[in-house]
């Protein structure tokens, strides 16, 4: 079964401090992975595609296939991406599997 | 103002009854999804739908069913036989057309309790 694994559920760093939210998915040829974001009482949005190579709001995030991982890192976290955020796979068919999520909690 | 609108936001349900949820798009989208938040278990697909008048399991399809009479809307039933409906349900639209954008477009959810 095509998985997305998010081991930590929850993340709390200080402002300033560097910041890598893991994520691993289960190997099956060429993966489409994203990174969604749904920050308190908003909608869950799109935050990154591995495809566009694009940062996003001090966002990266690495396609490594040899790990089989897409960690999203930003190196000085922020107050206000104090958020859920959530890794996906898209496997054909269009459907998005997604992970269990994994809070961030950047302390002041 | 374009985008997707799920109601309600707020769904009581007493044990035994089926419920409705809506969920309309004005975005032109083929494909729409239903998917069930739960803490700590992250999103779980319900049903989807690729194009009008068809539509596919999930993977947590038991006490569901889903209609697609129209490329606008897909409304989920929640049946008396899902043992535990109480849970944020949220959907999702996504233009059918690229392979290469998956970016989906979700509503503001609606939160289900059974009392």
């Known amino acids: 079964a095509q998985r997305v694994t998010q081991p930590e559920k929850l993340l709390s760093v200080f402002k300033g401090a560097p910041v890598e939210l893991k994520c691993n998915y289960s190997?099956?040829?060429?993966?489409?992975l994203f990174w969604y974001v749904q920050y308190s009482r908003q909608r869950l949005q799109l935050l990154l595609r591995?495809?566009s190579r694009e940062s996003i709001k001090g966002f990266t995030a690495d396609l490594n296939k040899g790990e089989t991982s897409f960690h999203l890192k930003k190196p000085f976290a922020q107050e206000e991406d104090s958020a859920m955020y959530y890794c996906?796979?898209?496997?054909?068919?269009?459907?998005?599997?997604f992970g269990q999520g994994t809070e961030l909690s950047v302390k002041p | 103002d374009g985008g997707i609108t799920q109601s309600p936001k707020y769904l009581f349900r007493k044990e035994g009854q089926n419920v409705t949820l809506s969920c309309e798009q004005n975005?032109?989208?083929?494909?729409m999804y239903w998917y069930r938040q739960d803490p700590g278990q992250g999103l779980r697909l319900i049903y989807y739908?690729?194009?009008?008048?068809?539509?596919q399991k999930g993977d947590i399809a038991e006490g569901y069913s889903v209609s697609r009479e129209k490329k606008e809307s897909f409304p989920l039933t929640v049946t008396s036989a899902q043992k535990n409906p109480t849970a944020f349900y949220l959907c999702?639209?996504?233009?059918?057309?690229?392979?290469?954008?998956?970016?989906?477009?979700f509503g503001s959810g609606t939160r289900l309790t059974v009392v």
């Open positions: 739908s690729q194009i009008v008048n068809d539509f």
């Open positions: 996906a796979r898209a496997p054909q068919g269009g459907k998005l599997i």
């Open positions: 975005l032109n989208h083929d494909a």
């Open positions: 591995h495809i």
């Open positions: 999702a639209s996504r233009t059918g057309t690229s392979l290469t954008n998956y970016g989906y477009t």
């Open positions: 190997y099956s040829g060429s993966p489409e």
